[in-house]
T-cell receptor, first 113, second 113 residues
Framework: RKEVEQDPGPFNVPEGATVAFNCTYS??????FFWYRQDCRKEPKLLMS???SGNEDGRFTAQLNRASQYISLLIRDSKLSDSATYLC??????????????FGPGTRLSVLP | DVKVTQSSRYLVKRTGEKVFLECVQD?????MFWYRQDPGLGLRLIYF???????EKGDIPEGYSVSREKKERFSLILESASTNQTSMYLC????????????FGPGTRLTVL
């Protein structure tokens, strides 16, 4: 079983739509959680960290449910520029050397005019 | 702004060649990482380093080695390149324990013929 799983996608949505991505992780000791965005042939870049209380940044809302080991990302009023692959990332602390980032396979979003 | 640079954006090598991929960060970061990214598999950790001359194996170290002689530079070495090492290679760094936003280099797309 993969450690971090995401919706397989791709998601093709019209401009202005609301779209939600889901992510589950297997290690209950995971410490911190992130959504990264990766454009085609580019490097991943941090979109937002995910906090237990949930957090919002403009049109983007991230939620974390530790009991269910589930993370979500909601994009409202989607724009053409939101087209990208969205990576769910979980940070697991290791006793000997600290952090271990585990990446999901990503979900591709295409926002259509 | 943190800058992580990689020596080449595109590289074509022949089977059996020794390949060096260089990564340099300019913000005195402690931890550096090498990943490879393949379609449907996401980012997989090859090696990481939490200090000069220190290295730890990631999930898929076979066929690779690394070198960290200076804090700012982390090199990935393919001792004898094989076709199954054709991939996108991404370097990342973080300041150290207690902070966990990864900064990625632009990636090197390696093709082994």
């Amino acid at each position: 079983r993969k450690e971090v799983e995401q919706d397989p996608g791709p998601f093709n949505v019209p401009e202005g739509a609301t779209v939600a991505f889901n992510c589950t992780y297997s290690n209950s000791a995971s410490q911190s959680f992130f959504w990264y965005r990766q454009d085609c042939r580019k490097e991943p870049k941090l979109l937002m960290s995910v906090y237990s209380s949930g957090n919002e940044d403009g049109r983007f809302t991230a939620q974390l449910n530790r009991a269910s080991q589930y993370i979500s990302l909601l994009i409202r009023d989607s724009k053409l520029s939101d087209s990208a692959t969205y990576l769910c990332v979980v940070n697991e602390w290791q006793d000997n050397y600290g952090q271990n980032f585990v990446f999901g396979p990503g979900t591709r979003l295409s926002v259509l005019p | 702004d943190v800058k992580v640079t990689q020596s080449s954006r595109y590289l074509v090598k022949r089977t059996g060649e020794k390949v060096f991929l260089e990564c340099v960060q300019d913000m005195d970061h402690e931890n550096m990482f090498w990943y490879r990214q393949d379609p449907g598999l996401g980012l997989r950790l090859i090696y990481f380093s939490y200090d000069v001359k220190m290295k730890e194996k990631g999930d898929i170290p076979e066929g690779y080695s690394v070198s960290r002689e200076k804090k700012e530079r982390f090199s990935l070495i393919l001792e004898s390149a094989s076709t199954n090492q054709t991939s996108m290679y991404l370097c990342a760094s973080i300041p150290g324990t207690g902070t966990d936003t990864q900064y990625f280099g632009p990636g090197t797309r390696l093709t082994v013929l």
